[in-house]
């Protein structure tokens, strides 16, 4: 069993409450050894930080750290439903940028969840990925990301 929750109290990070959904799904659903989460957005203390198109009212650098946030949730929804420490690698992870359309960087944007899942993970958090521009998100949120893990045996 891996010891994912040692290596987010070295970090000093800790897994946010799981984010309310805003429609009509789960945060996240186990399918044979796999769990997928649904979009996550940034939200902390139940509130978006930030909205708007990156590259227009949202900075790259901003977005990054909107990504990052919308990971933790994520990941906060794999660990209620199986607990983090169940986690063997992460398969994937989909960040949507809501984006200006003169805004090309997206995947500069999702790194923020790339490297994220690096620093908690190590080589267990290297993943495939797709980082798509998109002219609006919910709740006019700048970030979302999905996230596929697979769980221990």
Known sequence: MAEWTNRLKELGIELPAVAA?????????????????????????????????VGAEV???????????ATLNALAAVDDLVGI?????????????????????????INGASELLAEVFGDAGAHARSAVGVAVLPMDTPVEVELVVELEG
Not at 30 to 38: I, M, R
Not at 85 to 97: A, T, Y
């Open 21 to 53: 959904p805003v429609a009509a799904y789960v945060p996240a659903t186990k399918v044979g050894n796999q769990v997928w989460t649904s979009g996550q957005l940034p939200f902390v203390d139940g509130k978006l930080p930030a909205t708007g198109k």
């Open 59 to 69: 900075s790259e650098d901003d977005a990054y750290g909107y990504a990052r946030q």
């Open 85 to 109: 420490d169940n986690v063997s690698r992460v398969l994937k992870i989909v960040g949507f940028v809501a984006s200006d359309p003169a805004f090309t960087g997206q995947p500069a944007v």
